[in-house]
T-cell receptor
């Protein structure tokens, strides 16, 4: 009963490095989302996808890219890491639009950029 | 666009005491309202949601919330808290679109013995 799985759990990057945060779900959900969580700021939506092959920007997309080649996977790419991207990143999925079904979250990836 | 304000960043209470976590929202259209809970080192879990109908919504773990349209509020309550309720609680609002769910900054509930 895995749900939403994120890897890695922790990562330290140097400024300018790149990395991919992995997210996979086994619930056959069409909708997937990437959020970042900063202290005292709640969650901000980075990108979302309503199905394989379809992605769109959220509230804070700058510095990130996503792809959705399969229903299960929704990786988040950081091309040139900056200190402002130090955050906790959460992937989530839902069966239908957010107001009709709950979001299922992964356990997060804690990223530090120095 | 809608927004959410959680009025208390931290709420310390003693075990078995009642608690209320306050949430106010702003929106120009009809809204859907949610409370999520985040335990340490975990993702968020849905506690309860208001979509329509009765303004008093019951959720998991004995929590409930009341939608008050005139005061644009959706406060979360529990009559008697347990140590295990220690967590961060997030209020969220959506008007039904894909990318429009907005989360509050969170309220850290600490239950002391």
């Amino acid at each position: 009963n895995a749900g939403v799985t994120q890897t890695p759990k922790f990562r330290i990057l140097k400024i300018g490095q790149s990395m991919t945060l992995q997210c996979t779900q086994d619930m056959n959900h069409n909708y997937m989302y990437w959020y970042r969580q900063d202290p005292g700021m709640g969650l901000k939506l980075i990108y979302y996808s309503v199905g394989a092959g379809i992605t769109d920007k959220g509230e804070v997309p700058n510095g990130y890219n996503v792809s959705r080649s399969t229903t299960e996977d929704f990786p988040l790419r950081l091309e040139l890491a900056a200190p402002s991207q130090t955050s906790v990143y959460f992937c989530a999925s839902s069966y239908a639009e957010k107001h009709n079904s709950p979001l299922h979250f992964g356990n997060g990836t804690r990223l530090t950029v120095t | 666009a809608q927004s959410v304000t959680q009025l208390d960043s931290q709420v310390p209470v003693f075990e078995e005491a009642p608690v209320e976590l306050r949430c106010n929202y702003s929106s120009s259209v009809s809204v859907y309202l949610f409370w999520y809970v985040q335990y340490p080192n975990q993702g968020l879990q849905l506690l309860l949601k208001y979509l329509s109908g009765s303004t008093l919504v019951k959720g998991i773990n004995g929590f409930e919330a009341e939608f008050n349209k005139s005061q644009t509020s959706f406060h979360l309550r529990k009559p008697s808290v347990h140590i295990s309720d220690t967590a961060e609680y997030f209020c969220a609002v959506s008007d039904g679109g894909n990318n429009d769910m907005r989360f509050g900054a969170g309220t850290r509930l600490t239950v002391k013995p």
